[in-house]
């Protein structure tokens, strides 16, 4: 429909229109007269939503467990050796740098002479990172505390013993195998 028949409609029904409020209980006698023909009559209650609220207090009770698990994280291991011996985490910081760049040269070194060599080496020093870890969680659950950074200390001294002996071996093998290649005439 255009606008003009639009507007030409308006205008012939415009007396017409009926602006008057129904008379009280109007409702009530309209749901009686529909009662009497014995049908069922409901009136549509307005229902009420409660998935809205429900999903808002859903979203708040995760962020909520969230943050619990965030901010009552219990500390790890290394964080609560250094409670109990701040001094550890310096030395341990020295010790592992040190044996780290040994453990590296000692990879550098590996040939087919001495590759049996080196993987036995990598062996044992997991062995006693497991042996310090394991120090670790008895000086955590309240052991001697001297007794065990003690132990600790010597587990670090032991790894770099092993690789020093372990990169002077190699040497000597390397030292050995071009005398002998220099031993031999054709």
Not at 76 to 89: F, N, R, T, Y
Request: with cysteine; glycine share 2%; net charge negative.
């Amino acid at each position: 429909m255009s606008k003009d028949n639009l507007e030409r409609l308006f205008e012939k029904l415009q007396n017409d229109f009926d602006f008057e409020e129904p008379k009280n209980g109007h409702q009530e006698r309209f749901l009686e007269k529909l009662s009497q023909n014995n049908e069922v009559v409901t009136l549509h209650q307005k229902k009420t939503n409660w998935w809205k609220p429900l999903s808002i207090a859903a979203s708040i009770a995760i962020i909520c467990l969230l943050g619990i698990q965030v901010f009552n994280t219990r500390p790890s291991i290394k964080e609560q050796v250094v409670e109990i011996a701040p001094e550890i985490s310096k030395t341990e910081f020295y010790f592992a740098s040190l044996i780290e760049e040994q453990v590296q040269q000692l990879k550098d070194e590996k040939s087919p002479e001495t590759a049996k060599l080196v993987d036995d080496t990598l062996q044992r020093l997991e062995k006693l990172e497991l042996n310090y870890q394991n120090l670790e969680k008895e000086l955590v659950s309240g052991g001697n505390s001297k007794m065990l950074l003690n132990a600790m200390i010597t587990n670090f001294q032991t790894r770099i013993d092993l690789l020093r002996e372990v990169l002077t071996n190699i040497e000597n093998i390397k030292n050995l195998k071009s005398y002998n290649d220099e031993n031999i005439t054709i």
